[in-house]
């Protein structure tokens, strides 16, 4: 270990990583990971790519996605209890922004354990700077959900809000969701589009709800 590794507190770490480019992750973000004893990962196959860049080899890789993280939490409070260096990432991102890592922090503070962070990438900060909509204030709603009175409940609330709100979907939903917005928004209300932001495919797209779906049809998002 060098001497920045050296000298991490044991604890839970949530580390962001980068949203596409891996020359965006930051040196402590590197060092942590380099420190860790255990990663926690939503996906182990893309997680390695980017622990082999950074050069770091921790003890043991669990796997901690939408199904595995609420069992996965008695085994990490019991690495921290050993004062091992647990770090959180997730595909892409910040953890617990729309990915796994609420309930390890929750866990974790609950058992009384440190909690630590290094600030990073989060996909919903970049895309209402990049969309040219007000950013003083700002509403996040991640994905909504998929049917059901409960995705109409979302979509009045979003029809109702004043701040510029960002929303997360999956490139197959993408129409079907922005033909729901205009229903509940009106076709008037301003939209960005925005997609595979520092990746070779960056795209931003900018008009209002009666022109977007239009958009979205003409060709398959890559992401």
Avoid at 15 to 29: E, F
Avoid at 33 to 59: M, N
Avoid at 135 to 164: C, I, K, M, N, Q
Avoid at 195 to 221: Q, S, Y
Wanted: one cysteine or more.
């Amino acid at each position: 270990m060098s001497g920045v590794e050296s000298a991490v507190a044991p604890g839970l770490w949530l580390v962001a990583t980068p949203i596409g480019n891996l020359d965006d992750m930051s040196p402590r973000a590197a060092d942590i990971l380099r420190a860790a004893d255990v990663v926690c990962c939503e996906d182990t196959r893309r997680s390695s790519i980017l622990l082999r860049h950074v050069g770091a080899r921790p003890e043991r890789l669990l796997v901690a996605n939408d199904h595995t993280e609420h069992d996965l939490a008695p085994q990490v409070v019991s690495d921290l209890a050993a004062g091992r260096v647990v770090a959180v990432v997730t595909d892409a991102g910040t953890p617990g922004i729309s990915d796994p890592g609420e309930r390890l922090v929750r866990a974790a503070l609950d058992a009384g354990h440190a909690v630590h962070s290094t600030p990073g990438p989060a996909a919903f900060v970049m895309a209402a700077v990049m969309s040219g909509l007000p950013t003083a204030r700002l509403a996040f709603d991640g994905f909504l959900p998929r049917a059901g009175a409960e995705r109409r409940e979302r979509l009045t609330e979003v029809a109702r809000e004043r701040r510029t709100t960002v929303l997360y979907e999956a490139p197959h939903r993408l129409v079907r969701t922005l033909e729901d917005l205009a229903d509940a928004c009106g076709t008037v209300r301003r939209v960005a589009l925005v997609r595979e932001m520092t990746k070779i495919h960056e795209d931003t797209w900018r008009g209002n709800l009666e022109h977007d779906v239009a958009h979205a049809r003409a060709g398959e998002p890559r992401g």
